[in-house]
């Protein structure tokens, strides 16, 4: 067991990491002893189910075992990185707990991912080895692996947890399910794993979270949604995520003693099927997933729904309008959740007045946080203002892995994480999100914030969904670009009829958007988000047209 920390990762300073430790938010423990304490204590209720499997704690404690000997014997070591790129299913939750067991670090990949993400994401992390599977989604994930490892040096080994032969030296993972053997002991204070950062940069951002902060985050999360031995949660999103895997995700719920159950389609004709199968009482959703569903539910009885408590959406910022709807829709009580990878978690709290669950994303889950809002020159702003938001605190790195220049913008000399969102606070603590910093637009030196105009056009009868990015101008510097889904595909909103509407509600001249473009869908992110950053770029190209 090595104690030192994993070279070009920032660790917490000595005398912060202790006084964590002398409070109990840092228990020592790690995510085997997650593991091992459930089996022990219910080894026969259901820890993990999918379409094909359904394991008990006993079951997925053996499994997990006997890979990560088998995976010693492959030669797979402690803090080697290994690039896990699976869909929502049985298996990634074996795997990423067996290469736990052998400190080996699991690199966590979206299905979405393709060779452009996936190569330099494996040179960053200097990756030794892939685990993915065959053909999923008409796709062939065995083939993309192989073609990473061609490019990339450090990556030695592809290993696929289908059954069956692979072509190159592609290897069966079937093959390294041995009889459990003596591991090693991992260190708590240990990078477990490293999870990827957003950027406009293109440049991969890894994330290094300890089993120490992040096992204190997953704890936090589950107790303050009220998880039990009789949560069923509902993994929808991609699995890799950190939303759907620890706010408080599919580790909150192995914490808690409940299920896991995955799907990885989270439509609603799949994902209403498989709460209904399951039992599901808590989910997760980004704010177009959950517009889905609610449009879903309101469109006729939803009785596979009868099991779920708790609906939960996060990712980006949900329109005001769609959280009113989604609890009466879906028979659910909505919970916003605003976070991040890097660390800090907000939660509206489940017995929360309406007014707070509809407009505002939550307040910090642990009283150890420490948050500030502060201006584009890191003054700290009076309660109430909108600016900035930075923080700190025992589940928020202090520093990306082997990355100083993107350390140096995202971190203040003494160590709070700038975080990118705009925010505001409430005199009760819970904060507002008003985008992100670059989700405003500057049209001729007036800011125009995204959030504020999308929620305008929302109100609108013909428009279904808004998405408001900024394009450049040779005059203006930006100009406001409203692409919108409209409610009736025979009904297309023009720009003189929604700048009348937004007009009437009291909008500033300067906010009016210059362009009004009509779509059937927007481009979304590996997770589901809407990107604009390819809609600026269709719209820029000439791809997209009013």
Request: proline letters at 8%; charged letters at 25%.
């Amino acid at each position: 067991m090595s104690s030192a920390p994993l070279p070009g990762t920032a660790a917490w300073p000595p005398a912060q990491a202790a006084a964590y430790r002398a409070e109990n938010l840092w228990r020592g423990e790690t995510f085997a002893d997650l593991l091992d304490r459930g089996a022990a204590e219910s080894p026969h209720a259901l820890a993990v189910v999918d379409e094909r499997h359904r394991w008990s704690y006993a079951e997925l404690d053996r499994r997990s075992h006997a890979l990560a000997t088998g995976l010693l014997r492959l030669g797979l070591r402690e803090r080697d990185r290994v690039l896990v790129q699976l869909p929502n299913r049985a298996e990634f939750v074996e795997v990423i707990f067996a290469l736990f067991r052998i400190g080996a670090l699991p690199v966590f990949c979206l299905p979405a991912h393709r060779q452009a993400e996936l190569v330099p994401i494996a040179e960053s992390a200097s990756a030794t080895a892939i685990i993915t599977c065959g053909t999923h989604a008409r796709f062939d994930y065995a083939a993309l692996a192989r073609t990473v490892r061609e490019r990339v040096a450090s990556v030695r080994r592809v290993l696929v947890v289908d059954p069956g032969e692979f072509a190159d030296g592609t290897l069966a993972l079937d093959d390294f399910r041995d009889e459990p053997g003596p591991l090693p002991r991992t260190d708590p204070a240990a990078v477990a794993f490293l999870q990827l950062s957003g950027g406009s940069t293109g440049v991969p951002k890894l994330i290094p979270r300890t089993h120490d902060d992040y096992l204190y985050s997953v704890r936090r999360s589950a107790e303050l949604c009220e998880l039990g031995s009789d949560t069923v949660y509902l993994a929808a999103l991609p699995v890799a995520h950190n939303f759907p895997m620890s706010s408080p995700g599919i580790l909150g719920a192995l914490w808690a003693g409940g299920t896991v159950a995955l799907t990885p389609d989270p439509t609603p004709s799949a994902a209403f099927r498989a709460i209904e199968r399951f039992g599901v009482t808590i989910t997760g959703l980004v704010p177009p997933l959950l517009r889905m569903w609610v449009e879903r539910a309101e469109a006729g009885p939803a009785p596979e729904l009868a099991s779920l408590r708790v609906v939960q959406v996060g990712g980006a910022r949900c329109p005001d309008e769609l959280a009113r709807r989604a609890g009466p829709a879906l028979g659910a009580t909505l919970q916003q959740v605003f976070g991040m990878a890097e660390g800090l978690v907000c939660y509206t709290r489940l017995d929360d007045p309406l007014e707070v669950v509809v407009g505002t994303q939550g307040r910090p889950m642990s009283e150890h946080d420490r948050i500030a809002v502060v201006d584009d020159d890191g003054n700290r702003l009076p309660p109430g203002a909108v600016g900035n938001l930075i923080t700190e605190g025992p589940y928020t790195i202090r520093g990306y892995h082997g990355n100083p220049e993107a350390d140096a913008r995202s971190f203040t000399a003494d160590g709070w994480y700038r975080t990118g969102d705009v925010v505001s606070v409430r005199p009760d603590g819970n904060l507002v999100v008003h985008g992100r910093g670059g989700d405003w637009v500057n049209r001729g030196g007036e800011k125009v914030s995204a959030e504020e105009l999308e929620g305008h056009l929302l109100a609108h009868p013909d428009v279904r969904d808004a998405v408001i990015v900024g394009t450049p101008d040779p005059v203006l510097g930006q100009r406001i670009c409203a692409f919108v889904q409209p409610a009736d595909p025979e009904v297309r909103p023009s720009l003189a009829t929604v700048r009348a509407f937004v007009r009437e509600r009291g909008v500033a001249a300067w906010k009016m958007p210059d362009t009004v473009v009509v779509v059937d869908r927007f481009p979304e992110t590996g997770v589901g988000k809407t990107s604009r950053r390819e809609l600026r770029r269709a719209l820029v190209d000439g791809e997209l047209r009013n």
